[in-house]
């Protein structure tokens, strides 16, 4: 006798398998020589795009203090996580924004390190200092960052006065290099802007204020004179003096 049909939705009794459930298995997907080496290719870019990335991952927790002349001379390799011990140049300062209102970071060359070092800082004056002059974080290569272009940009777009004193000056122009102020050198050429700052020893110059008593060069002439500073001549004034009421004298000093 055969079975009974099943009435769809009907109940399944205990132990018997829903045929609703049984599926018949499907051919296996194909996969060609295109889509494995589409594969292959894949993984090796993120093998290559994630590598700097793992290699941080496996530093251990406590970071490595090295020198700035450890890293000067590639002793160090990329993507360590080291301290430091570094004046920064604040004065030389690039902001690197991440968004419009966002504090960004801060991008500063190392003194003695002829631009070849940098710290990447925080951007927020609020942030904590660092007082002993340490800094730890991840060493990394400036073409490996997503700001290098803006930062490359901005020093070629702005380029900053660097000093150098006159003995370093005459010592270095034969051979092209100049040492500046800061210790670090200066490779000399025709396209450098240059501008001299010398200090006279044998003569002050002496910026007066006008007012109601002195309101003039003239007036403050004879109240010089007065104080038997008798060798007090009227300097070239500057673009601002008249602005501010003021005026100015070179006084030569006795020998």
């Given at each position: 006798?055969?079975?009974?049909?099943r009435e769809?939705g009907?109940?399944?009794?205990k132990?018997a398998?829903?045929?609703?459930?049984?599926?018949?298995?499907?051919?296996?997907?194909?996969v060609?020589?295109?889509?494995s080496?589409g594969?292959?290719?894949?993984?090796?870019?993120?093998?290559?795009?994630?590598?700097?990335?793992?290699?941080?991952?496996?530093?251990?927790d406590?970071?490595?203090s090295?020198?700035?002349s450890?890293?000067?001379?590639?002793?160090?390799?990329?993507?360590?996580?080291v301290e430091?011990?570094a004046e920064?140049?604040m004065?030389h300062?690039?902001?690197?924004l991440?968004?419009?209102?966002d504090?960004?970071l801060?991008?500063?060359?190392?003194?003695?390190?002829?631009?070849?070092?940098?710290?990447?800082?925080?951007g927020?004056?609020?942030?904590?200092?660092?007082i002993?002059?340490r800094?730890?974080?991840?060493?990394?290569?400036?073409?490996?960052?997503?700001?290098?272009?803006?930062?490359k940009?901005h020093?070629?777009?702005?380029?900053?006065?660097?000093f150098?004193?006159?003995?370093?000056?005459?010592?270095?122009v034969?051979a092209?290099t100049?040492?500046?102020?800061?210790?670090?050198?200066?490779?000399v050429?025709?396209?450098?802007?240059?501008?001299?700052?010398?200090?006279?020893?044998?003569t002050?110059?002496?910026v007066?204020s006008f007012?109601e008593?002195?309101?003039?060069?003239r007036s403050w002439g004879?109240?010089?004179?007065?104080?038997?500073?008798?060798?007090?001549?009227?300097?070239q004034?500057?673009?601002?003096?008249?602005?501010l009421?003021?005026?100015?004298f070179e006084?030569?000093?006795?020998?």
């Open positions: 006798m055969a079975a009974a049909a769809p009907a109940p399944i009794p132990n398998i829903d045929p609703d459930l049984v599926k018949l298995g499907r051919s296996r997907a194909k060609g020589i295109i889509t080496a594969i292959l290719g894949l993984c090796v870019y993120f093998l290559l795009r994630l590598g700097p990335d793992r290699r941080f991952g496996g530093e251990g406590k970071p490595a090295v020198a700035v450890d890293v000067l001379g590639d002793r160090i390799a990329p993507d360590s996580y430091i011990e920064p140049l004065a300062a690039i902001r690197s991440k968004a419009r209102g504090a960004g801060r991008v500063v060359p190392v003194r003695g390190s002829n631009d070849r070092l940098w710290l990447t800082v925080s927020d004056a609020w942030d904590q200092p660092a002993n002059g800094y730890t974080g991840r060493l990394r290569k400036l073409e490996d960052m997503t700001l290098s272009k803006s930062v940009a020093v070629a777009e702005n380029p900053r006065a660097v150098a004193t006159s003995p370093a000056i005459r010592a270095g034969a092209n100049i040492k500046l102020v800061t210790g670090e050198s200066l490779t050429d025709d396209s450098l802007n240059v501008a001299f700052d010398t200090v006279e020893p044998k002050s110059l002496v007066v007012n008593r002195l309101p003039d060069m004879g109240a010089l004179r007065r104080a038997e500073i008798e060798n007090a001549k009227v300097a004034a500057r673009d601002n003096d008249e602005a009421g003021q005026g100015r006084v030569a000093l006795s020998a």
